[in-house]
């Protein structure tokens, strides 16, 4: 980043603090934030390096289709009564 562009980018994160609109982290986890400049000289924050470094859902519970596909040439079914054994 330029000089000129830090200099700006404070100046504009101070105010933003003494608006109120933003306050320092107190969190131990971080993540670095890229502003980037838009066509109408507005700012806005790069969410790359955030989306890099963010673990994907991982999904303990199978998705449906696999247990209907495991019961597709099924010939007996059980139903298991958990009305009864939930109220003994």
């Not at 933003?16 to 806005?44: H, M, N, T, Y």
């Not at 495991?70 to 939930?86: C, E, N, P, Q, T």
Request: net charge positive; with cysteine; proline share 9%.
């Amino acid at each position: 980043m330029a000089p000129d562009e830090l200099k700006e980018l404070k100046i504009q994160l101070q105010e933003q603090l003494d608006k109120g609109f933003i306050r320092p982290s107190s969190s131990p986890w971080g993540c670095p934030a890229l502003f980037v400049e838009k066509k109408d000289r507005g700012g806005s924050v790069d969410y790359g390096p955030l989306n890099a470094i963010t673990i994907k859902n991982k999904y303990p519970i199978p998705h449906i289709d696999i247990p209907f596909d495991r019961l597709a040439g099924a010939k007996v079914f059980s139903k298991i009564d958990l009305r009864s054994g939930y109220y003994r």
